[in-house]
């Protein structure tokens, strides 16, 4: 036997036993999946409060970002495959100001709905011409209420197919979250809440939202008391299990709406000038219980960490998941150009082990796309190990991913661009970059 099959062998062999000890690494090398050049010039195709920036229909994948020349653009490409469609549509955005991202997702009939270019600003909002095009329509309306001072769209699907988007209707401190909802049956939009949250005239709420696999839609929020993003407060909560009609507080009391600072439930108290961040992430477990994702820094710390706020069907906790080293403070309005990412999270569990996935980037990990993974909530919700999914650094990238592929296969697709954001609403001077596709799947316990 050569030197060079023994050799192969031993190697096999050594694979086998690490696997049958479960001592495989969780992190397998990712694929990364091109798609053409977008705008980089500030983070506008890459910040976090996309919702979403790319969604998967069936054997189907959609992205939407803007090229060089602000045009909205689509793809499509088949799961599996690297060849994309792509359309350059007619429709451009500001992307001078990162708040003016694009938000797409498909409906239960497969028509892609498209949202973009708003910083309190009128609705841009179309959608294509046919199941499964990337042909958009004329622009139109959704309810004719509310829709000119439209800020931060954002769309979900519920499991029947029908819609929710939601948006800010006003300004930063002094705006209303509206909700409205899709029937597919009548292809209508109607307005469920024309303001959830009442900020009172004097705060409003920066929220994030997921619905779970049950239909439940949850809903988190900071309190925020002026333009001057240091004056965020507190993370919040409320649940819908009736399609966004009434809402409730995690132990099943009922809101009387709109909810306000003295009648929210409170998950987490967090003092003003806490560094703490808006528009972040949550999710749902399988068991529909809500996970939230977010960073601040303690009382006695200059240096914001990665939080997450949990609740495990009892009671509400919370974790620090890093254990970063390099101040920074938030202060003032407008975008800001920040030395770490807002964290996206996914959650797992099965019978035994409830495990969760952080996704971020940070200056000291050389602003790669990394992921913190906590092996079991239960066990250990102190023990995070750290990975990183690229080699690169993506600059100012935020992240997001496909929220329903997630659901179905539990395999992440996340939205990555190298992009730029200067502070406040400038600009840098970098080229167009590639917009790419990271797939990853964590692997399961054996």
Not at 120 to 129: A, F, G, R, T
Not at 291 to 306: E, F
Not at 329 to 343: A, C, E, M, N
Request: glycine residues 6%; contains cysteine.
């Amino acid at each position: 036997m050569s030197r060079q099959i023994i050799m192969i062998v031993f190697v096999t062999c050594l694979l086998i036993v690490s696997q049958c000890l479960g001592e495989e690494s969780s992190i397998e090398n990712p694929r990364i999946v091109t798609i053409a050049d977008g705008w980089a010039g500030n983070s506008i195709n890459a910040v976090i409060f996309r919702r979403n920036s790319v969604v998967t229909d069936g054997d189907y994948q959609y992205v939407a970002f803007y090229d060089e020349y602000a045009n909205v653009v689509l793809a499509k490409r088949q799961l599996g495959t690297d060849i994309w469609e792509i359309q350059v549509t007619r429709y451009q955005g500001n992307v001078t100001d990162a708040h003016n991202s694009i938000s797409i997702m498909v409906d239960g009939d497969g028509f892609l709905h498209v949202s973009w270019n708003h910083h309190v600003s009128p609705l841009c909002y179309c959608q294509s011409i046919a199941p499964g095009s990337l042909e958009l329509t004329d622009m139109m309306s959704m309810t004719g209420i509310k829709e000119q001072y439209v800020t931060y769209p954002e769309f979900y699907r519920l499991p029947d197919g029908n819609l929710i988007f939601l948006y800010r209707d006003g300004s930063s401190g002094r705006g209303d979250l509206i909700m409205n909802y899709y029937d597919t049956n009548t292809k209508t939009w109607t307005q469920l809440q024309n303001n959830l949250i009442d900020g009172q005239r004097r705060r409003n709420a920066y929220w994030q939202t997921t619905i779970d696999i049950y239909g439940v839609i949850h809903i988190s929020w900071v309190w925020r008391e002026s333009s001057d993003v240091a004056t965020n407060h507190d993370i919040c909560y409320a649940k819908s299990d009736d399609g966004g009609l009434s809402w409730q507080k995690s132990t099943g009391e009922k809101y009387e709406l709109p909810i306000t600072a003295d009648s929210a439930e409170y998950a987490c108290r967090i003092p003003q000038r806490s560094e703490l961040i808006n528009q972040t992430s949550m999710c749902a477990d399988s068991y529909g219980r809500p996970y939230i994702a977010t960073y601040w820094r303690l009382q006695d710390s200059n240096v914001p960490q990665y939080h997450l706020v949990y609740h495990d069907g009892i009671q509400w906790h919370t974790v620090q998941v890093s254990q970063r080293t390099t101040p920074f403070s938030l202060s003032g309005g407008g975008t800001k150009r920040i030395p770490i990412s807002r964290p996206q999270i996914v959650a797992d569990v099965n019978e035994t082990i409830d495990k969760a996935y952080m996704i971020f980037r940070d200056i000291e990990r050389g602003d790669k796309v990394s992921i913190a993974i906590c092996d079991d909530l239960q066990l250990a919700p102190d023990e995070w190990r750290f990975e990183d999914l690229t080699s690169d650094s993506v600059s100012q990238w935020e992240p997001s991913y496909d929220t329903e592929l997630w659901t179905l296969t539990k395999t992440l697709h996340i939205f990555v661009q190298k992009v730029g954001q200067g502070e406040g609403e400038t600009i840098e001077d970098i080229p167009p970059q590639p917009v790419s596709i990271l797939e990853w799947t964590p692997l399961t316990e054996k």
